[in-house]
C-alpha cells in the first residue's frame, strides 16, 4: 500500500523556498564573518626581510622536599627537567634563536641548552637508573619552515597538545612528561587553511621519525608518529576540530627475539600497522607497540573570552572512531575557558581522565578471547612500554616505572580516575598558577575492581621579573601529595632565570 502525504508550506513558505533562505542566510553570515574573500588565506607573504635575533637563556633550580619522592606536580610534566628525587639540583645555559616573524615565507630557528643535575638520596631500587649527577640536552633543535611546512630535527617536545598545557594535566600520547625523544618531523605543523575554502576550513599533519635512544630493555628503538588534523569554522565564533594521532615502538633488538625488524619492509609494516617482524606476537598482531589517540574539540570565541571543550581517546587493541569500540568510556574530557578581560584569573581548566574500562577485564577466557585488558602503555615485547628513561611519554597519571619499589621496568598502574583543575592569573605582576589533581589508581588487575591507592596532588606557583635585580625572573612552587600512593609529602622548587638579547642581524 502506498500513502501519499499532501506538501506542507510551512506557514506560506514551500520547502524549497525555506531550504533558499536558510542557505542565504549561512552565505550572509560566512560574508560577514570573513575579513576578506581571499580564495587561500594563509596568511604568508613573499616578504623575506625583517631581522633575525639571537638570545641567551640561563638559571637555576633547587628542589628540597619529605617523603621518598619529589611530589607530582614539581616533577610531572616538566619534559623530563625536575627530578623525581626528593631533592635535586639544575644549572643550565643555552641560545635560543627565535622564529622572526609568523607571516615570513621562509623562517627558521633553532635552540641549545645544556643542563647539569645532581639528586638525592635515591632509593636503592632506583639507584642504578638514577645517577648522582648527570648532564644532558634540554633542548638541541633546528627548525625550518618553508611556506606553510615544517622540517623540524633535534630534542624538542613532540605535538600533540590540548587547550591549555600550562593547567592540564597533559595528552594521553605526548604530554610532556618525560625527555624529548631526538626525532625529525616533516608537515604542515600549524592549522592552515585549506586551498580555495575562503579560510573557513583549516588542515594540519605531518610524520616523524624517532629514536628511542634510553635503550632500556630494547636496544635502538624507533619511533614512528604521523597525524592529521581537520577544523572548521575559521573566523566564525564556532570552530570544531579533529585530530587522529598514530605512534608506534617498532625495531631494535631484543635480548629474547633477537633482531626486530630494522629494514624499510619493517618502517613500511610500523606506518601501515600490518603484521611482519620476526617474532611470533608481532606476526600475529602488528609490528610493533602501536597506540592510536584521537581528538574532539569545539571552541566558541568572542570578545575577550575564548571557551574550549575537548576529548581525547587512546586506543591499543581494535582502534574504533572515538565513542565507539569497547573502550569508550576512557579518555580524557577537557573544559578550558580564557579571558582577557579581568587578568587576575584569566584561565581555568578542569579535566577528567578515566583509564578504567581497558576493553573490558579479560583479553581472553575459557578459550574465548574478548580483547580486553588493554593494559596501557604495555607491551609483551617492548616490555618498558609506552616510557622514556623510566617516565610515562603520555599522561602522568598512568605511572612510571621511575616509581618502582621493586626494580622492575614495565608499568605496574594503568587504571586510573583523575579529576583535574587547573587557574593561572596575573596580579599587579606576579604571574601565579595553581593546579590540584585527585586520582584513585586500580593498578593493572581490570577483574578485581579493587582500589589499590589513591593521592591527591597540589601545586602553587608564583614567578615575577624583577628588572631591577638585574633582570632576574624569580619563581617559587609549593606543592604537596596527600594520601596513600606517595605518602604525605610537601616540598618546593625555587628558580632563578636570566635570558636577554645576545645579538641582531
Same mark, same amino acid.
Given at each position: ?42 596568511? *604568508? ?45 639544575? *644549572? ?26 645532581? %639528586? ?22 633546528? =627548525? ?86 581537520? %577544523? ?13 594521532? =598514530? ?64 576529548? %581525547? ?25 580564557? %579571558?582577557?578581560?579581568?587578568?587576575? *584569573? ?16 579479560? =583479553? ?56 583535574? +583543575? ?37 601545586? +602553587? ?45
Amino acid at each position: 500500500m502506498t500513502i501519499l502525504f499532501p506538501p506542507h508550506n510551512y506557514g506560506g513558505l514551500k520547502m524549497s523556498h525555506r531550504l533558499s533562505i536558510i542557505i542565504a542566510f549561512i552565505l550572509c553570515t560566512l560574508a560577514l564573518s570573513a575579513q576578506t574573500w581571499t580564495w587561500w588565506p594563509t596568511g *604568508i607573504t613573499n616578504d623575506g626581510t625583517g631581522g633575525d635575533s639571537l638570545y641567551y637563556d640561563a638559571g637555576i633550580k633547587a628542589v628540597v622536599s619529605s617523603g621518598q619522592y619529589a611530589p607530582f606536580w614539581l616533577h610531572s610534566r616538566t619534559n623530563g627537567d625536575v627530578s623525581v628525587m626528593p631533592m635535586s639540583g639544575n *644549572i643550565y645555559a643555552g641560545i635560543v634563536k627565535t622564529t622572526t616573524r609568523q607571516d615570513r615565507w621562509f623562517d627558521y630557528d633553532f635552540g641549545v641548552v645544556l643542563t647539569g643535575r645532581v %639528586q638525592g638520596p635515591r632509593p636503592e631500587a632506583i639507584q642504578s637508573i638514577v645517577p648522582t649527577a648527570t648532564g644532558y640536552f634540554n633542548q638541541l633543535y633546528a =627548525h625550518i619552515r618553508l611556506y606553510i611546512f615544517d622540517i623540524t630535527a633535534g630534542i624538542q617536545p613532540m605535538l600533540y597538545e590540548t587547550e591549555d598545557t600550562l593547567l592540564s594535566s597533559g595528552s594521553l600520547l605526548f604530554s610532556g612528561n618525560s625527555h624529548p625523544i631526538p626525532r625529525i618531523t616533516i608537515g604542515v605543523e600549524k592549522w592552515t587553511a585549506f586551498p580555495g575554502l575562503f579560510g573557513y576550513v583549516a588542515f594540519k599533519g605531518g610524520m616523524t621519525h624517532g629514536w628511542i635512544n634510553d635503550n632500556v630493555y630494547i636496544k635502538k628503538t624507533k619511533l614512528h608518529h604521523a597525524y592529521a588534523g581537520l %577544523q572548521l569554522g575559521g573566523n566564525l565564533p564556532i570552530n570544531i576540530a579533529y585530530e587522529i594521532h =598514530h605512534v608506534a615502538q617498532w625495531g631494535g633488538y631484543s635480548p629474547v627475539y633477537g633482531d626486530l625488524g630494522n629494514d624499510w619492509n619493517s618502517f613500511v609494516d610500523a606506518v601501515l600497522g600490518r603484521s611482519g617482524g620476526s617474532n611470533l606476537n608481532d606476526q600475529l598482531n602488528a609490528h610493533g607497540n602501536h597506540l592510536i589517540s584521537q581528538q574532539w574539540s569545539l571552541t566558541a570565541k568572542w570578545s575577550q573570552w575564548r571557551i574550549t571543550a575537548y576529548w %581525547q581517546n587512546l586506543s591499543e587493541d581494535n582502534p574504533a572512531f572515538i565513542g565507539f569500540g569497547q573502550n569508550a568510556t576512557d579518555g580524557l574530557w577537557g573544559l578550558s575557558i580564557k %579571558q582577557s578581560q579581568w587578568p587576575f *584569573i584569566n584561565a581555568f581548566t578542569f579535566e577528567l581522565l578515566n583509564t578504567t574500562s581497558q576493553s573490558g577485564p579479560w =583479553h581472553d577466557r575459557d578459550g574465548l578471547c574478548y580483547a580486553g585488558d588493554d593494559r596501557y602503555y604495555q607491551n609483551s615485547v617492548y616490555v618498558n612500554g609506552w616510557n622514556y628513561f623510566y617516565q610515562t611519554i603520555g599522561t602522568p597519571f598512568i605511572t612510571s616505572p621511575i616509581y618502582n619499589t621493586d626494580g622492575t621496568i614495565h608499568t605496574l598502574n594503568s587504571r586510573a580516575r583523575v579529576y583535574h +583543575v587547573g587557574l593561572r592569573g596575573d596580579i599587579y605582576g606576579y604571574q601565579w598558577r595553581a593546579l590540584v589533581s585527585h586520582a584513585k589508581n586500580y593498578g593493572n588487575n581490570n577483574a578485581s575492581r579493587l582500589q589499590l591507592s589513591q593521592n591527591t596532588a597540589w601545586m +602553587v606557583e608564583v614567578s615575577k621579573y624583577v628588572e631591577k635585580a638585574w633582570g632576574l625572573e624569580f619563581s617559587i612552587q609549593l606543592a604537596g601529595d596527600i594520601g596513600s600512593q606517595f605518602g604525605n609529602t610537601f616540598g618546593t622548587l625555587i628558580s632563578i632565570r636570566k635570558n636577554g638579547l645576545i645579538t641582531s642581524w
